[in-house]
């Protein structure tokens, strides 16, 4: 919804991006909008970006031929999702300026650093101990006595590496059943919802905060985000000012979202961070004066940061691939597309698999979340 940006031929900037799947196409195509070429480095996974990026290296992370071929066509870079290893982040960033620092998504990527981070700098999250044997686990759900999440301590999003306890399992069933992985167990939170807040901090320090999202879920997959959030003014605020800080004791220089979970008093804890655009802040695509992929390119390229104002309440609303009817068989989108205020928006992903994020689609106006239940009431 903000003005295009186009760079004179002689200064042209090419942005990498570290992997392909939907992030990195939105971030290729708001690339594209702002006449700025893009180089998606795929992993050698399946990418959706490889459709819309000016340049493709479709090789794995650890090909060292993979990473010159990139930082030669590149001139900066980014990451689309944290799961890419540190060494390869280090090894771009020796040679080209990557946004944010391999140091925070490597904070990021692994949940214990993730919490040791937000516990040493007085960032309110849930009690956590870190598990390496049977015997951490057993001190640690004698001192919990009480329900708790173990979870995997690198690499774990969208549920996966979690396991629920409620306090009176035996730990030895409990550690054979997770695989005797390195782990975090945390106490569990009896939340009332859980938010997010997409905060962008430039080179300099400069931060802007996106109104919070309001977070529902489904089989541990986000369902939809209604925005704003359900949450009284000053709770709004005070996610706002954790997730600067949270930004600032990162010193990142990006999008980043910020989880959180709400307490019944309106008191907040930090679950997760997820340095990259991030699903909760699709809606500002559509929704708000710069978008989260924009912001992240402004970052990246050296440009002023744009607004984070939301320009109308709306939800948004995961496509997920129990909508299809068949792997290749998408729902009626007539529903969708005859709604006013609502914008399609899929991956070309070829194959709906369970869970999968197929999609998303925006829905604006006060009455946004009647609107999406609807639609997925057709699709179910």
């Known amino acids: 919804m903000s003005a295009s940006v186009f ?6 900037q090419i942005v990498g991006v570290i992997g392909g799947g939907q992030l990195g196409r939105m ?50 870079a980014t990451v689309e999702f944290e799961n890419i290893p540190l060494a390869t982040m280090r090894g771009v960033a020796k040679k080209i300026s990557l946004f944010p620092s391999p140091e925070a998504v490597g904070i990021c990527q692994n949940r214990e650093k993730e919490k040791n981070f937000l516990r040493e700098n007085g960032i309110p999250c849930t009690n956590f101990w870190v598990i390496e044997t049977l015997e951490d686990l057993t001190a640690a759900m004698a001192e919990l006595n009480g329900p708790g999440v173990l979870k995997t301590a690198a690499f774990g ?14 730990p030895v069933d409990v550690w054979e059943n997770f695989g005797k992985e390195r782990a975090v167990l945390e106490a569990w939170v009896p939340f009332d919802k859980e938010i997010s807040v997409m905060v962008v901090r430039s080179a300099d320090g400069e931060v802007r905060t996106y109104d919070p999202a309001e977070n529902r879920h489904r089989k541990h997959i986000l369902d939809v985000s209604i925005v704003p959030a359900r949450i009284s003014p000053e709770t709004s605020d005070n996610a706002r000012k954790i997730a600067t800080q949270v930004a600032e004791a990162l010193d990142y220089q990006g999008i980043l979202g910020v989880e959180f979970f709400v307490n019944h008093d309106g008191s907040l804890v930090v ?27 402004r970052v990246v390229l050296g440009l002023p940061l744009g607004s984070a104002k939301l320009v109308s309440p709306c939800v948004m609303l995961n496509l997920l691939g129990d ?15 005859e709604t006013e205020g609502a914008t399609l928006h899929l991956y070309g992903k070829r194959r709906a698999i369970g869970m999968r994020k197929m999609g998303h689609a925006t829905l604006l106006g006060v009455d946004a979340l009647a609107k999406a239940e609807a639609l997925k009431a057709g699709w179910l």
């Open 7 to 12: 760079f004179p031929l002689d200064k042209q």
């Open 27 to 76: 971030l290729a195509l708001a690339a594209r909008r702002m006449g700025v070429r893009s180089v998606v480095w795929t992993g050698g996974l399946e990418a959706p970006a490889v459709e819309v990026a000016d340049e493709v290296i479709d090789k794995p992370f650890d090909d060292p031929q993979a990473l010159l071929d990139f930082c030669e066509k590149a001139t900066v």
């Open 157 to 170: 999003y969208d549920g996966k590496g979690q396991l629920k306890i409620e306090g009176d399992e035996n």
């Open 271 to 297: 679950n997760e961070m997820a340095p990259r655009p991030h699903n909760s802040g699709h809606h500002t695509l559509d929704a708000c004066a710069c978008s989260q992929f924009e912001q992240q390119l």
């Open 323 to 337: 909508f299809w009817t068949s792997e290749t068989t998408p729902p009626d989108w007539t529903p969708l597309l």
